[in-house]
């Protein structure tokens, strides 16, 4: 079983940064891919980013390219989202999640462990 803790979410300005951060239990973090999704209410949950078990290839969602970054320290166990340039429409509960899909997936079935979500609120 794979526990998935995130932090970093709250309330920002338009225009600011947010660095999420989701730490995992388990010796074998390596082994998963990892992705960040969010969802605002009223609305299905989405694929952000997503980043392969060795951090050589990543996916975004064409709304967060280039605003957004996601990376991982195999070694602390734990995937990160920088989130620049905010927007009011990045307002949702985000959330990360592990699969052990063969490479970065943006379909949230593919995923098997989620966390419990963070909130990230940005204000125009």
């Known amino acids: 079983q794979v526990q998935l803790v995130e932090s970093g979410g709250g309330l920002v300005q338009a225009g600011g940064s947010l660095r999420l951060s989701c730490t995992t239990s388990g010796r074998t973090f390596s082994s998963y891919v990892m992705g960040w999704f969010r969802q605002a209410p009223g609305k299905e949950r989405e694929s952000v980013a997503a980043i392969s078990g060795s951090g050589g290839s990543s996916y975004y969602a064409d709304s967060v390219k280039g605003r957004f970054t996601i990376s991982r320290d195999n070694v602390k166990n734990t995937v990160y989202l920088q989130m620049n340039s905010l927007k009011p429409e990045d307002t949702a509960v985000y959330y990360c999640?592990?699969?052990?899909?063969?490479?970065?997936?943006?379909?949230?079935?593919?995923?098997?462990?989620w966390g419990q979500g963070t909130q990230v609120t940005v204000s125009s």
């Open positions: 999640a592990a699969s052990t899909y063969y490479s970065a997936t943006s379909y949230p079935n593919q995923y098997d462990y």
